[in-house]
């Protein structure tokens, strides 16, 4: 089955954001949630999956990074390190 991949930022920070991998029956049910938006920053927008796997894996390397340095992920949070499926709701 193939899939379409969603880029959500509801809040509009760098570092709050998620990637949706979602299948071509849900992706109505999608656009339809996402038509009420969570605030006036918020944003969404559809992408490929090489795009997605390129924003996650770069998003794992930084987390990893700032382990390596002891930053903490509570005070320098990264965004989405997996895709995550679409849930119906």
């Not at 109505?28 to 996402?34: F, P, S, Y």
């Not at 009420?36 to 927008?45: G, I, L, M, N």
């Not at 949070?77 to 995550?84: L, N, R």
Request: hydrophobic share 30%.
């Amino acid at each position: 089955m193939r899939h379409k991949y969603l880029y959500v930022n509801p809040r509009g920070f760098r570092n709050e954001f998620k990637v949706y991998r979602i299948r071509q029956d849900q992706v109505a049910e999608a656009e339809r949630t996402l038509e009420q938006p969570f605030c006036d920053d918020s944003s969404h927008e559809w992408i490929t999956r090489k795009e997605a796997e390129r924003i996650v894996a770069n998003e794992r390397k930084i987390a990893r990074e700032n382990a390596r340095a002891g930053i903490k992920s509570y005070t320098n949070p990264v965004g989405a390190t997996e895709i995550e499926d679409w849930e119906e709701s």
